[in-house]
Nanobody, 124 residues
Framework: QARLVESGGGLVQAGGSLRLSCAAS????????VGWFRQAPGKEREAVSSISARSININYVDSVKGRFTISRDSAKNTVYLQMDSLKPEDTATYYC?????????????????WGQGAQVTVSP
């Protein structure tokens, strides 16, 4: 059964760092694009970053450019999101998603499988 599991969330002070992991089982994540999304209470789910198969194409939304880094390790069937210089407005539940193709989309419609989410809380 295909599955994605996020880990690495937590509570951090503003300016701190966290690294989220997205581990896949039941399918080869390396054949697909992967996206990271986040959803704050009362807000819609929004894209954060995406990476294509074999890391050819990488995207970041403007609010995280220069602070977040997406990467993948095909041998571990895992994708990472390194988050540095965190701000209180980054507080949200973060979700990874497996793409319908090998491309790196930034809309929820580009993805067919989602993890359960990891909570990230950034205190002032």
């Amino acid at each position: 059964q295909a599955r994605l599991v996020e880990s690495g969330g937590g509570l951090v002070q503003a300016g701190g760092s966290l690294r989220l992991s997205c581990a896949a089982s039941g399918f080869s994540l390396g054949d697909y694009g992967v996206g990271w999304f986040r959803q704050a209470p009362g807000k819609e789910r929004e894209a954060v970053s995406s990476i294509s198969a074999r890391s050819i194409n990488i995207n970041y939304v403007d609010s995280v450019k220069g602070r977040f880094t997406i990467s993948r390790d095909s041998a571990k069937n895992t994708v990472y999101l390194q988050m540095d210089s965190l701000k209180p407005e980054d507080t949200a539940t973060y979700y990874c998603a497996g793409g319908k193709t090998n491309w790196a989309g930034l809309t929820i419609h580009d993805y067919w499988i989602w993890g359960q989410g990891a909570q990230v809380t950034v205190s002032p």
